[in-house]
């Protein structure tokens, strides 16, 4: 998450365009009335989510290795995509982003190659390339591939 401070007769709705965000998006990582912001206030600002993604708030009892399970993605992949490590502690009202139910997700790893990620990814190779168009195969790449619903 970025750090963006508000300036002289910015309004909220100003705000959230700025970044291609809904007044939404904004509130549900800010704790605070975003109506009755001013200048100078600090606003949380989310990675943008994309139609892949969703938000998640962490409740009392979570942990990453059940969020992964109920989500259906990898731990390591969902560490990876909040910048966490495996072995960090995660706590109630702390936000995730998470793939969407028809979305699934992988981050390179040195050594991959078309076949892993089709492997992986579970579809052919012409659906990942039309859905991700720049693949170097470098380490922590995120590639997206999207359902057909």
Same mark, same amino acid.
């Given at each position: 998450?970025?750090?963006?401070?508000?300036?002289?007769?910015?309004?909220?709705? #100003?705000?959230?365009?700025? @970044?291609?965000?809904?007044?939404? !998006?904004?509130?549900?990582?800010? !704790? =605070?009335? =975003?109506?009755?912001?001013?200048?100078? $206030?600090?606003?949380?600002?989310?990675?943008?989510?994309?139609?892949?993604?969703?938000?998640?708030?962490?409740?009392?009892? !979570?942990?990453?290795? %059940?969020?992964?399970?109920?989500?259906?993605?990898?731990?390591?992949?969902?560490?990876? =995509?909040?910048g966490l490590d495996l072995d960090d502690y995660i706590y109630p009202s +702390?936000? /995730?982003?998470?793939?969407? !139910?028809?979305?699934?997700?992988?981050?390179?790893?040195?050594? $991959?190659?078309? &076949? #892993?990620?089709?492997?992986?990814?579970? @579809?052919k190779l012409e659906k990942i390339i039309e859905d991700n168009p720049e693949?170097? =195969?470098?380490? %922590? +790449?995120? /590639?997206?591939? &999207?359902?057909?619903?």
């Open positions: 998450m970025d750090i963006y401070v508000v300036k002289e007769n910015e309004t909220i709705e #100003d705000i959230a365009n700025r @970044f291609n965000l809904t007044v939404n !998006d904004l509130q549900e990582v800010n !704790d =605070l009335n =975003l109506y009755e912001i001013k200048p100078g $206030d600090e606003l949380n600002i989310p990675f943008i989510l994309s139609q892949d993604f969703v938000y998640y708030e962490i409740e009392k009892g !979570d942990t990453l290795r %059940n969020i992964a399970k109920n989500k259906n993605i990898s731990i390591k992949t969902l560490a990876h =995509l909040n +702390q936000i /995730l982003i998470i793939p969407k !139910d028809n979305v699934k997700v992988y981050i390179t790893e040195s050594g $991959d190659t078309i &076949r #892993d990620l089709e492997k992986e990814l579970g @579809f693949i170097y =195969l470098v380490e %922590n +790449q995120l /590639l997206i591939e &999207r359902e057909i619903t």
